[in-house]
């Protein structure tokens, strides 16, 4: 599998991106090559050819389609007219600029998908086909609101010579990274008419419907993806999680806030009760000293920074200065003074008030500071849940295309945005509707989106009102069998995961880490047949679909992993 980068294109700036949802979907045997490297004997060396939006030259696009007739496959993401009129479509010239995507699970190909229609934020172009073509299509885009009669085509596949290619008619990364970063314009703006403290869910106000904030969007454009990818070339993948079995984790958070240590205590046992554990996030002038923090990790939990400015207390943050001028100072002495007073490294972090800057020079910052993951993006009023489109860990990316080193989690409530009694971004819900809401989202992530979710919770809230809701969460999760981890566990598997490869060849694959992991699962869909291997193997049902799974326990950088499969004819 091949995915092209086109450089310096600003039409192709998100093929970055895309490269890091495919490792995020498990696809880690793809390729990278520029644009410029095109050629044929290039394409015939890859099973599958990913195009980003990208310019073409007359010559590329005739050896694309030379490669589709000999029987390669290809996706391609908003192609050239001259590219989609080759492949069987006719330009109509005239598009939508956003809409809703409905994905037809009818086709066999997309039976088990979830089937919710989900945001598309960024331009679709339309198409349509003769009768005499070997076209079907996947998905349509609608304008909210409307019936069947203005739909277009958002994703269609077509057979060429021996050959076949799927053609979105939206930019998929762009779209991602609008549904899970927010609209850009609303940079260091409030505009939902809260406490005038500019948070990441400024930037969703206006572009995310009520509606769709339980959906996890981002996530149902990625499994699309996904999907598509198994059916035109059917390879291994790597499952979001350690063990086949886990279907969901839930990420816990705690903000210090100036809570007392019986407060810190009361949270602490109800996280023991459950073998949970907890990354808390400590505040200048906290309560706590090193042995209190020696003493909870020992048990298991995290401790880092939660960056607040000098005269921030619980009840007084208002500033004279604009904040936009200071966030960036306030997080580099935070840490620094997190890591000179407690001795130890700041890997994930959450501000106080979540406070925010720009629409990714926060997370730059970040970055340049050494941290590896924030989770800063919490569903504030009037959102709950899904704010992000995703519970998926996911690196930022700028508006000109560029990764940042630093992995946006999405947190998806605390319990001073459901019933606190007073606050003003409160819905002031009581226990019961708030438990019904979130045991909801709970009970999809597991059964349905197979997405994390990541929750927070105060220990001076924890010990005054809030225990009821966060405990029937914890409870709920143990449920459906989701472990309770620490948001720096999380960090420590994703980062592991990503550094995961897989390499192809003609009986199987093998699988390569770069970093000691207690355990690793590798999804073969049904094309690949049964595994052959000396890792644990089993089956499970994952978007309607009966997976061979196999796991390996105690992964050492420098072995490799083997597999192989009944089916395994090759892939490239």
Not at 403 to 409: A, E, G, K, M, R
Request: aromatic share 10%; net charge negative.
């Amino acid at each position: 599998m091949l995915l092209f980068h086109n450089a310096g294109e600003a039409r192709s700036r998100y093929s970055y991106y895309l490269a890091e949802i495919l490792r995020m979907e498990g696809f880690v045997d793809f390729s990278e090559e520029d644009i410029s490297a095109l050629d044929a004997n290039l394409l015939g060396r890859h099973d599958l050819i990913i195009l980003p939006r990208a310019a073409l030259s007359r010559a590329h696009i005739g050896q694309l389609v030379d490669y589709v007739q000999d029987g390669g496959r290809l996706i391609a993401f908003q192609p050239e007219p001259q590219l989609a009129g080759e492949l069987g479509l006719r330009p109509t010239f005239r598009g939508l600029d956003a809409g809703l995507l409905h994905i037809n699970t009818s086709q066999p190909a997309l039976q088990g998908l979830c089937s919710e229609p989900v945001q598309v934020l960024t331009p679709a172009v339309a198409w349509s086909w003769d009768a005499a073509e070997t076209v079907s299509q996947l998905a349509v885009i609608r304008p909210p609101g409307n019936g069947t009669e203005e739909e277009t085509p958002a994703v269609v596949s077509t057979e060429v010579g021996r050959g076949a290619a799927v053609l979105f008619a939206y930019d998929l990364p762009y779209t991602v990274a609008r549904l899970r970063q927010g609209n850009p314009d609303h940079v260091d703006l409030c505009f939902a008419g809260l406490d005038g403290i500019y948070r990441p869910s400024e930037l969703f106000v206006g572009q995310l419907p009520l509606e769709q904030m339980l959906i996890p969007q981002a996530d149902l454009h990625t499994a699309l993806l996904a999907r598509l990818i198994e059916e035109l070339a059917p390879r291994p993948r790597l499952w979001y999680y350690p063990h086949a079995e886990q279907s969901s984790v839930l990420i816990m958070t705690s903000d210090d806030d100036w809570s007392t240590l019986p407060q810190f205590e009361t949270l602490l046992d109800g996280l023991r009760r459950r073998q949970a554990r907890c990354t808390f996030y400590v505040v200048p002038n906290t309560n706590l000293t090193r042995g209190h923090i020696e003493a909870w990790e020992a048990e298991g939990h995290t401790f880092s920074v939660h960056p607040a400015l000098e005269a921030d207390t619980v009840r007084q943050m208002k500033i004279e200065e604009p904040q936009s001028a200071l966030v960036g100072p306030m997080l580099a002495e935070n840490i620094e003074r997190y890591q000179r007073e407690f001795g130890r490294p700041v890997r994930t972090v959450r501000q106080h008030a979540v406070r925010w800057r720009g629409y990714v020079d926060a997370a730059r910052d970040l970055s340049d500071l050494g941290v590896r993951m924030d989770l800063n993006y919490i569903a504030v009023s009037p959102f709950l849940g899904y704010m992000c489109g995703s519970g998926r860990p996911l690196r930022f990316v700028d508006e000109a295309g560029a990764l940042i080193d630093c992995f946006q989690q999405p947190t998806h409530w605390t319990e001073e945005c459901l019933i606190h009694p007073e606050f003003v971004f409160s819905f002031k819900w009581p226990v019961e509707r708030a438990l019904e809401e979130t045991g909801a989202i709970i009970r999809r992530a597991a059964r349905r989106y197979y997405t994390p979710v990541a929750l927070n919770s105060h220990p001076v809230s924890f010990a005054t009102y809030s225990s009821p809701l966060i405990e029937g969460n914890w409870d709920t999760a143990v449920a459906e069998g989701m472990p309770i981890l620490s948001a720096d566990d999380w960090l420590d598997w994703t980062e592991s995961r990503d550094q995961l490869r897989i390499t192809l060849d003609a009986a199987g694959a093998t699988l390569h880490a770069a970093s000691p992991l207690p355990a690793a699962t590798i999804l073969l869909p049904p094309a690949l047949g049964a595994p052959r291997t000396t890792g644990q193997t089993g089956r499970q049902e994952r978007w309607g679909r009966r997976y061979a799974t196999i796991s390996f326990s105690d992964l050492a950088p420098g072995i490799p992993y083997r597999f192989d499969y009944s089916n395994g004819e090759g892939t490239k």
